[in-house]
């Protein structure tokens, strides 16, 4: 009689749900809104309530879950059905309805929700939705067809003053925008301390007390984001939230070109960002020169940097090597040329000598093999033709530095700039970045006044002063 009135339960709930499924804008209709989880496999697809794709009996096609997570987590149960249309299902928990049908049976649970494919939701997990018995149920002629999953949840929020919100860990794709932050059980007397990475967040966070929202997520954004809050006492509370951004590899370059000189070591350096795991490899002329075992080529990894070493560069090791950054988002590479050349010319200082007709500019060079000539181009500001000097070069360099220097004879007051490029064994430097200087013109010297010398201006000072005391002795001549 008991397994009647289930039955007879069951059918009125399945007749409930054809002739009275609410419309999308009435009360009650399960929305299914984006959700956000740790990995981007547990993000499904919105389907059809009942999935009927053949012919045959009912069925449950979701395997169990046994989810162990913190406190503040969201986690989805599934329960795939197939050929189950107008066939009531349930979900309990510990025995007891959570849903019949998609009637949410315990009013105050606002942590629960379900999908159109009849997933269930829980938000904001705590210690008091651990349990090993959450069934999804369909009966069909008096049979129960059932898939149990479980949940364990550590560190209840309940006991705790501050936790993450909306969760400790969010994954996101490049380019996603998310809120979150940190919810305390008391009001903070400052406002709440952000960092990451042992810094204030400064990239493209906006934050907003105890809350920061990113737009446009990039791999900078990937990290773990503190937060520091004070209750007034002397007690400091901090809770994290860990923030991955899924992103195809992105390649920086210190140095796209490396200077060396045969028999020397090389360390070409890529940094290399992005999630999942991205692996790294290294290649010249296609080869791919990773899995070469032996003294002469060195890898190197650490966090995000990775390095390529030479031992005792040889003249066929020159060339163009890349650098290969491969994850289950895509592939990218970035080129390192290996050179014999000099490094590009830097000007180091203007000179000018006492009387005006020399003027001097001075550089250096980094070479690991002597250089041999120098052309040096300047011209006025402004126009078009480039004059050509070849200035001597001198062998005083200082370990690999190389230091020169050329005199412009009487040349024109105005504004100029150069241009300079060094050679060696290997070939010509790229040309400098273009250096302006000025040649000023002198200030006229004021002429002396025809007939009074140099001392004029000290003589007549003391000539007024004399015939002053003539006229003075005059007078006191007169009045006696």
Same mark, same amino acid.
């Given at each position: 009689?008991?397994?009647?009135?289930?039955?007879?339960?069951?059918?009125?709930?399945?007749?409930?749900?054809?002739?009275?499924?609410?419309?999308?804008?009435?009360?009650?209709?399960?929305?299914?809104?984006?959700?956000?989880?740790?990995?981007?496999?547990?993000?499904?697809?919105?389907?059809?309530? /009942?999935?009927?794709?053949?012919?045959?009996?009912?069925?449950?096609?979701?395997?169990?879950?046994?989810?162990?997570?913190?406190?503040?987590?969201?986690?989805?149960?599934?329960?795939?059905?197939?050929?189950?249309?107008?066939?009531?299902?349930?979900?309990? @928990?510990?025995?007891?309805?959570?849903?019949?049908?998609?009637?949410?049976?315990?009013?105050? @649970?606002?942590?629960?929700?379900?999908?159109?494919?009849?997933?269930?939701?829980?938000?904001?997990?705590?210690?008091?939705?651990?349990?090993?018995?959450?069934?999804?149920?369909?009966?069909?002629?008096? /049979?129960?067809?059932?898939?149990?999953?479980?949940?364990?949840?550590?560190?209840?929020?309940?006991?705790?003053?501050?936790?993450?919100?909306?969760?400790?860990?969010?994954?996101?794709?490049?380019?996603?925008?998310?809120?979150?932050?940190?919810?305390?059980?008391?009001?903070?007397?400052?406002?709440?301390?952000?960092?990451?990475?042992?810094?204030?967040?400064?990239? /493209?966070?906006?934050?907003?007390?105890?809350?920061?929202?990113?737009?446009?997520?990039?791999?900078?954004?990937?990290?773990?984001?503190?937060?520091?809050?004070?209750? %007034?006492?002397?007690?400091?509370?901090?809770?994290?939230?860990?923030?991955?951004?899924?992103?195809?590899?992105?390649?920086?370059?210190?140095?796209?070109?490396?200077?060396?000189?045969?028999?020397?070591?090389?360390?070409?350096?890529?940094?290399?960002?992005?999630?999942?795991?991205?692996?790294?490899? =290294?290649?010249?002329? %296609?080869?791919?020169?990773?899995?070469?075992?032996?003294?002469?080529?060195?890898?190197?990894?650490?966090?995000?940097?990775?390095?390529?070493?030479?031992?005792?560069?040889?003249?066929?090791?020159?060339?163009?090597?890349?650098?290969?950054?491969?994850?289950?988002?895509?592939?990218?590479?970035?080129?390192?040329?290996?050179?014999?050349?000099?490094?590009?010319?830097?000007?180091?200082? /203007?000179?000018?000598?006492?009387?005006?007709?020399?003027?001097?500019?001075?550089?250096?060079? !980094?070479?690991?093999?002597?250089?041999?000539?120098?052309?040096?181009?300047?011209?006025?500001?402004?126009?078009?033709? =480039?004059?050509?000097?070849?200035?001597?070069?001198?062998?005083?360099?200082?370990?690999?530095?190389?230091?020169?220097?050329?005199?412009?004879?009487?040349?024109?007051?105005?504004?100029?700039?150069?241009?300079? @490029?060094?050679?060696?064994? *290997?070939?010509?430097?790229?040309?400098?970045?273009?250096?302006?200087?000025?040649?000023?013109?002198?200030?006229?010297?004021? !002429?002396?006044?025809?007939?009074?010398?140099?001392?004029?201006?000290?003589?007549?000072?003391?000539?007024?002063?004399?015939?002053? *005391?003539?006229?003075?002795?005059?007078?006191?001549?007169?009045?006696?």
């Amino acid at each position: 009689m008991k397994t009647l009135n289930i039955v007879v339960l069951f059918a009125l709930i399945s007749t409930a749900q054809v002739y009275g499924r609410p419309d999308k804008y009435d009360e009650g209709f399960i929305e299914d809104t984006p959700q956000e989880y740790d990995d981007d496999d547990d993000i499904d697809t919105v389907e059809k309530d /009942n999935k009927d794709t053949s012919s045959g009996p009912p069925a449950i096609l979701s395997k169990p879950i046994n989810y162990d997570v913190e406190a503040g987590q969201t986690v989805e149960f599934p329960c795939e059905r197939i050929n189950a249309d107008n066939i009531a299902a349930a979900w309990k @928990k510990d025995g007891t309805d959570l849903f019949i049908g998609t009637i949410l049976v315990p009013q105050h @649970k606002t942590n629960i929700k379900l999908r159109q494919n009849y997933s269930l939701i829980i938000e904001n997990v705590t210690k008091a939705d651990s349990s090993s018995n959450y069934v999804c149920e369909i009966l069909s002629g008096g /049979n129960s067809i059932k898939v149990i999953h479980s949940l364990r949840v550590d560190n209840d929020w309940m006991d705790r003053l501050i936790r993450p919100w909306p969760k400790k860990s969010i994954h996101i794709n490049e380019g996603d925008s998310i809120k979150f932050g940190c919810e305390t059980k008391f009001i903070p007397t400052k406002e709440m301390k952000w960092s990451l990475k042992g810094e204030r967040p400064h990239f /493209n966070e906006e934050i907003n007390g105890n809350y920061i929202t990113i737009k446009k997520a990039t791999h900078k954004n990937h990290g773990h984001y503190q937060c520091l809050a004070e209750d %007034g006492t002397d007690r400091l509370y901090d809770e994290s939230v860990d923030i991955t951004v899924n992103s195809s590899p992105i390649i920086e370059l210190s140095h796209d070109t490396v200077h060396t000189g045969l028999g020397m070591n090389a360390t070409l350096t890529c940094k290399v960002y992005g999630h999942p795991h991205v692996r790294v490899t =290294w290649s010249k002329n %296609g080869e791919n020169y990773s899995d070469k075992k032996n003294k002469k080529f060195i890898t190197e990894s650490k966090s995000h940097e990775h390095k390529f070493i030479i031992k005792h560069v040889s003249q066929n090791d020159l060339g163009i090597y890349k650098c290969i950054a491969t994850n289950s988002k895509g592939t990218v590479e970035g080129e390192i040329k290996l050179t014999g050349t000099p490094a590009t010319p830097k000007f180091i200082a /203007n000179t000018i000598n006492d009387d005006d007709s020399t003027f001097t500019l001075k550089w250096h060079v !980094e070479s690991f093999s002597p250089i041999i000539e120098y052309t040096l181009e300047y011209r006025k500001i402004n126009e078009e033709q =480039w004059s050509l000097e070849k200035p001597k070069v001198i062998k005083n360099n200082v370990g690999y530095i190389y230091t020169a220097e050329y005199s412009f004879k009487n040349l024109e007051p105005n504004k100029y700039e150069a241009v300079l @490029k060094a050679q060696n064994a *290997f070939g010509w430097s790229e040309r400098s970045s273009i250096h302006s200087f000025r040649k000023e013109i002198l200030s006229e010297k004021p !002429e002396n006044v025809e007939g009074m010398n140099s001392n004029a201006s000290t003589t007549q000072p003391l000539t007024v002063l004399a015939a002053l *005391f003539l006229v003075v002795v005059s007078f006191v001549t007169i009045r006696l």
